[in-house]
């Protein structure tokens, strides 16, 4: 649904990655070989702009002590990256309208057991399911 140069510029595109991502083989490469730190912390600013709840997830998805001392994420991490910035850029393209997809990435939705898509997104099954949301939203298909 989303293509993965929309994916890199949530990750804060190619100031941030110091690469260009054009197809879904450079974005694959770039999260194999390890995501700049700064990465992780872009994507989460697309959703939320005060520092305590960008700090609060990019904790959640690295331990803080291992994101100060680091400057490239692990394999593992950037994969973690990589989906969060995919949920986003799909919400981002569903709602055309930053400031709509971040408020329905950080509201309760029944469809996903009351959870925030972005609290959903946190692993692989819960991402694939906040994706299957939007796609029956972009193609107004029923819940």
């Known amino acids: 649904m989303v293509n993965a140069d929309k994916v890199a510029v949530v990750m804060g595109g190619v100031m941030t990655l110091k690469t260009t991502v054009i197809s879904t083989r450079d974005l694959a490469k770039a999260v194999t070989s390890g995501l700049p730190k700064q990465s ?43 989906r969060l910035a995919r949920v986003i850029a799909a919400a981002e393209h569903v709602w055309e309208d930053d400031q709509a997809a971040r408020l329905w990435l ?38």
């Open 40 to 82: 992780l912390k872009r994507t989460v600013q697309r959703v939320f702009s005060e520092p305590k709840q960008v700090n609060e997830l990019v904790y959640k998805l690295v331990p803080e002590a291992t994101y100060k001392r680091r400057t490239r994420l692990t394999q593992g991490e950037s994969e973690k990256t990589e």
């Open 106 to 143: 950080t509201t309760s939705h029944p469809e996903l057991g009351d959870q925030t898509p972005v609290d959903c997104a946190m692993s692989e099954l819960g991402a694939r399911e906040v994706e299957e949301l939007l796609d029956k939203l972009f193609y107004g298909l029923p819940s």
